[in-house]
């Protein structure tokens, strides 16, 4: 029996499909469309078509009629599917209440088992991570030794844990390691898997639809804190951070045994305590960008402004679109690789808007967006400064050279 376009999604997602009213309100937000114009792969557009598809497949006509689809709408829907970061805002503003930063992956899934998908070398993810633990093709050896501060203890067994995430650990080691800086500040005994135990949280494979490991990934990494006794785990990706809030629990089968902490939770927290003190100032204006999956994704939009504001002398000004409706970087969705020159794009208009606002740093909070604004200022006339935002704490704390 041919594989249904329902059978795969949920009674959420199912009515989400028919909810669209094909307002078109997302299209004003969507960061494709403000660097490609190009309809066809807007939110809109892809749920008309997907309702086509069900319609061309399900309906009593076409039960009657045995309608196909035609390859290449298949593949051009695929290709807008995955040509989309999943940034989510089409759904923060969609007045049908489309929760599409789910959607979309659960489309991708549907076209990966369909033979369609993933895009580009996507593909080779699940071999990769089965083979070294982590989507880059890093050796496991690599990911916490050339960045570790020195003298820094990690503990066998503790109730604090830190997950460093494979993106920080091979791609933005400032950031991770200003988050080890920053615990090891706060004076906690904390502990960390051995670095070929630390494998992926499972955000590329279940963004790009490729699922088959998940459930075993996550069993390894639950039950390996499990046995640490960890209360809480703290981490700073934000695509780490969510999967592990909304996913893990679905792939470990039950509720997990610690809670999920964001590193700036967790830094508030002991600035407010007393832990951590921050005892130089900093005259400068900072522009903060709020990354999807940290601000739509897990609500996490106070916290980081608050430990920035909690510095002394620090002026914090706002993009124009901020908070849960801040535009993507460019970053997200697994497509910075393979749509590069979107990713480029859209990563320069927050560079644009940063010089325009006479912002001194750009501060950033995730891995990807870090990596992707730092490779969009290469041959551009327009440059800020950027810094994460434990790099920026850790270099006001322990001095320059953190
Ligand atoms: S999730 Fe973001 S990039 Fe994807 S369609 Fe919605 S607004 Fe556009
Ligand atoms: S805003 Fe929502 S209802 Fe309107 S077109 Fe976009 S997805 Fe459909």
Avoid at 348 to 358: K, M, Q, T, V, Y
């Amino acid at each position: 029996m041919k594989r249904t376009f329902t059978e795969g999604l949920g009674r959420k997602e199912l009515a989400e499909i028919k909810a669209c009213t094909q307002c078109r309100e997302c299209l004003r937000y969507c960061p494709v469309q403000e660097v490609t114009g190009r309809v066809e792969i807007s939110p809109s557009e892809k749920i008309r078509i997907y309702r086509d598809f069900i319609e061309r497949t399900e309906s009593l006509r076409a039960l009657i009629t045995g309608r196909d689809i035609p390859e290449q709408l298949l593949k051009d829907f695929t290709r807008a599917v995955f040509e989309c970061t999943t940034c989510g805002v089409c759904g923060e503003v969609c007045p049908a209440g489309i929760d599409t930063q789910r959607l979309w992956p659960l489309l991708r899934r549907e076209m990966v088992k369909r033979g369609l998908g993933p895009v580009g070398g996507q593909a080779e993810m699940p071999e990769v991570i089965r083979n070294t633990g982590n989507p880059y093709n890093q050796p496991p050896s690599e990911r916490y030794r050339p960045w570790f501060p020195d003298e820094t203890e990690i503990a066998e067994k503790a109730e604090v844990a830190y997950y460093v995430g494979c993106t920080g650990a091979y791609q933005a080691q400032p950031m991770v390691r200003g988050d080890v800086l920053i615990l090891k500040a706060i004076g906690i005994e904390f502990t960390m898997l051995k670095e070929e135990e630390e494998v992926c949280c499972g955000f590329p494979l279940f963004i790009t639809g490729q699922h088959e490991l998940l459930e075993g990934l996550v069993k390894r990494l639950v039950d390996a804190y499990k046995n640490k006794g960890v209360k809480e785990l703290v981490c700073s990706c934000p695509c780490c951070v969510n999967m592990m809030a909304k996913d893990w629990p679905f792939y470990y089968g039950k509720e997990l045994p610690f809670k999920i902490v964001h590193v700036t939770q967790y830094a508030l927290k002991a600035i407010k305590t007393g832990k951590l003190r921050i005892d130089h100032g900093l005259e400068e204006r900072l522009i903060y960008h709020d990354p999807c999956y940290l601000s739509r994704g897990v609500g996490v939009i106070k916290e980081p402004r608050d430990v920035l504001r909690s510095i002394p002398g620090v002026e914090l000004i706002e993009f124009d679109r901020w908070g849960r409706l801040s535009r993507c970087c460019g970053a997200g969705g697994a497509a910075r690789k393979v749509f590069h020159d979107n990713a480029v794009a859209i990563a320069r208009l927050s560079i644009d808007e940063a010089c325009h606002r006479g912002a001194d740093r750009l501060v950033l909070s995730c891995p990807a967006c870090y990596e992707k604004v730092n490779d969009a200022m290469k041959d551009y006339p327009k440059k800020v400064r950027i810094v994460d935002i434990m790099e920026l704490l850790s270099e006001i704390i322990y001095g320059q050279n953190a």
